[in-house]
């Protein structure tokens, strides 16, 4: 079992920045590849970046590309989005999962979520 729990969401201006912390407990972080998704109100939750075991690999939604950064310290059992050049259309909550597998990039191969923080961008 892996326990998820993210924190770091809030209130930021367009064109502001986050950061969200994903803390894991229950197994190590080398065990398992480590995803962000979001859902915003009435949309599909949807796949935001991945970062793979070690941190050698990662992968991106096209519509956060040069904007998110993931990444993770294992030995904090942690792992981290750095949101830079916020945007409206960002508003949702954002999810922690983990998979034991692979980088899914999809919500049907994660084994573990957490329960999400909110991220709100005004205009």
């Known amino acids: 079992q892996v326990q998820l729990v993210e924190s770091g969401g809030g209130l930021v201006q367009a064109g502001g920045s986050l950061r969200l912390s994903c803390v894991a407990s229950g197994r190590t972080v080398l065990d398992v590849f480590m995803e962000w998704f979001r859902q915003a109100p009435g949309k599909e939750r949807e796949f935001v970046a991945g970062i793979s075991r070690f941190g050698s690999a990662t992968d991106y939604a096209d519509s956060v590309k040069g904007r998110f950064t993931i990444s993770r310290d294992n030995a904090k059992n942690t792992v981290y989005l750095q949101m830079n050049s916020l945007k409206v259309e960002d508003t949702a909550v954002y999810y922690c999962?983990?998979?034991?597998?692979?980088?899914?990039?999809?919500?049907?191969?994660?084994?573990?979520w957490g329960k999400g923080t909110l991220v709100t961008v005004s205009s």
């Open positions: 999962a983990a998979s034991l597998r692979t980088m899914a990039a999809r919500p049907d191969g994660m084994d573990y």
